[in-house]
């Protein structure tokens, strides 16, 4: 079942949690790209996967959140975007076919992150250049088997723009896009949740959103916010597991699984559609609200 046809079920889709930081505590060093391990050591990746899998979740997102060539140059690795990409997908697709073998039962998102740079005149970076280099990301996505991309983590409508027709340049998939929003209820570039999911919806996203923030609790402000502004908008909420504290040198986050699976049902009470974690998020975490919106597990 693809995602369209799974949305027009109703249902609540579970989605996965944090990637980054399982596959820091799987022995992924500081100084190397996360997406170097989807060619390096493919089953740290798929082990991550099949984690989410296992306690519930839906759909999951490949590891590709910097797979594209700005921030993929910083390692040197800027040749290998398409084999990154696709290999990723790739891994995805593996871990939910086998674990849940019904054809599309798990939906793989193939998740686009910003670029790191600015746009012109602040920083130096072009929109053709931003588009060029999503055009490129989302190719591999698709050709790896990717059923949606999600654009995620985004702070500048501009940067969703180039990122939206880059993807339409390459691939027909359907888009979702989550921006990120900070505890005055704007991104870093100023849009507010009401702004997002006007010109969103506008851009004929399939679904919009938040992720990544300070947690839970803004991410459910946020949702009520763009329901207001579009009511009949397929939302997404994926929060980080709260505000991290630095401990022996590693960041530990404060939400625990019980309190992100009240927020995963506040959350559907609201109509949230697409309800998943993000930074600091665990299997546990997933699992806890896998529980919570009675979503079965493979365990």
Known sequence: MRFQERLATGETIL?????GT??????LEK?????????????????????????GSEMILTNTFGGNRFR????GLEDKVYELNRNAAELARQAGDTLRPRSGQVLVAGSIGPTGEFFAPVGTLSFEEARET???????LADGGADLLLIETMADLKEVEAALEGARE???LPLVCTMTFDTNLHTMMGVSPKKAAETLAAWGVQAIGANCGTGPQEVETVMQGMKETCPEAVLVAQPNAGVPRLVDGRAQYDATPELMAQYALRYAELGVRIIGACCGSTPEHIGAMARALGKP???
């Open 170 to 172: 390459s691939t027909d």
């Open 72 to 75: 993929l140059a910083k390692y």
């Open 297 to 299: 597990s493979v365990l």
């Open 134 to 140: 999503f055009s490129e990301q989302a190719k591999g």
């Open 15 to 19: 989605a996965d949690g944090a990637m």
């Open 22 to 27: 399982m596959l820091h505590t799987a022995g």
């Open 31 to 55: 100084g190397h790209a996360p997406e170097e391990l989807n060619i390096s050591h493919p089953e740290k990746v798929l082990g991550v996967h099949r984690s989410y899998v296992d306690e």
